[in-house]
């Protein structure tokens, strides 16, 4: 069984908030989907994919997919559209030559879905840091492929992710309100995408 949440901080630990949703599945070997409060699944069958991904891969670590807007190339595909319809055609494009078809990869993904087994969340937690909101899904994967778990993308699900569609890819307003700027807060994020890059380097080596 796949559950879908879409996990939210009122206190800005939006790790502690994935590991909430995922101790609510009852079976070791049900799925929790979680997704940013910004995508749209684009397909109507969105839930049989779900499934059909799961069944195909039930020893993936996650299970992610291809979207419009996000800073991971191999994650990103369509186009800067802001035309919601060709999106919808984008997605029925893909599920229709691409359904069921996967790759693997060996880096760090954004998480605006993930798909994760219960039994992996009972080995690997999602780490829980006050005041963090993003670089929590790079320090998850990376956690997952350091267990010596597969991390799969789906070809064939298409989801719009229309964060900062609007306001501009320089906004923050995504990221909640309240939201910390200091010092000491910048330099802990930015000491994450440093670990995250060296191990990604790491592995691609071995």
């Known amino acids: 069984m796949v559950i879908t949440f879409i996990p939210y901080s009122l206190e800005k630990n939006i790790g502690k908030a994935y590991n909430q949703c995922m101790s609510m599945l009852k079976e070791d070997d049900d799925w929790g989907c979680l997704t940013d409060g910004d995508i749209m699944f684009m397909t109507p069958d969105w839930g049989h994919q779900l499934q059909e991904l799961v069944d ?3 020893n993936a670590g996650i299970i992610t997919c ?5 800073a991971n190339k191999y994650q990103r595909t369509g186009n800067g559209s802001t035309n919601i319809l060709d999106h919808y055609k984008i997605a029925q494009q893909r599920l229709r030559v691409r359904r069921g078809k996967t790759h693997l990869t060996r880096r760090h993904i954004s998480g605006f879905l993930m798909m994760v087994k219960k039994s992996t969340w009972n080995e ?3 780490p829980e840091i006050e005041n963090a909101i993003l670089d929590i899904d790079g320090l998850f ?3 997952i492929l350091d267990a010596k778990k597969d991390i799969v993308i789906a070809e064939g699900l298409y989801v719009l992710h229309y964060y900062r569609w609007a306001q501009g890819t320089a906004s923050k307003s995504h990221l909640g309100r309240n939201r910390t700027n ?6 802990k994020s930015k000491r994450m995408k440093r ?3 060296r191990k990604a380097i790491r592995r691609r080596n071995r």
């Open 56 to 58: 195909l891969h039930p």
């Open 66 to 70: 291809m979207t419009n807007r996000i």
């Open 124 to 126: 690997v937690k999602f």
């Open 141 to 143: 994967s990376n956690a």
């Open 182 to 187: 200091s010092k000491k807060q910048l330099a």
């Open 195 to 197: 670990n995250m890059e």
